[in-house]
């Protein structure tokens, strides 16, 4: 019976440890979800998971700062005339099918979809993190999308579309920029 009691005792202190480091592990789980949801809210849905990853794995604050950036400004050219004699539906498509694979572009070339701006975007190369080739990045999205539209064109798969891509490198202030009820990174500057 003694024997029997110390093996409980010894099991259920066993289990009790056990016990704390799941609820520890539980725990660290959820902080690390609630991190991800909190980075992936700053910046938004398309944003790679690459660069959250990055972000999470480096733990990297997001405050304010001055960083030489390379900034994209994409525009499709007439959309005014073009959406004039089409109904919202058929121009929410039309951007949704250029935006998607321009999205990915971007991406795949380390940089981050900053703002759409109805028919173009905002996209920067170089913040929040960067690889040291920022200008290049931003030229290779430039050709690929270039390319990409002249092949979608081409092919029929959206009616004729012209685009207008402007870059520009400098330093920046980037960080996020609002209130405590709403916060958007951007890069300023």
Known sequence: IILRSVFFLIGGGIAGMVAIQIKEGFLKSIENIEERKQLMNIFGQHVSPEVVDKLLNQNVEIESEVKHVCVMFLDIRNFTSFSENKSPVEVVNFLNTLFEFMIEIV?????????????????????????????????????????????????????????GIGLHSGNAVTGNVGSDLWKEYTVIG
């Open 107 to 163: 991406n795949r070339n380390n940089g981050i979809i900053n703002k759409f701006l109805g028919d173009g975007f905002m996209a920067v190369f170089g913040a929040p993190l960067t690889n040291g080739k920022d200008c290049v990045n931003a030229v290779q999205t430039s050709k690929e999308i270039l390319e990409k539209v002249n092949e979608y064109n081409q092919s029929a798969k959206i009616p004729l579309t012209k685009i």
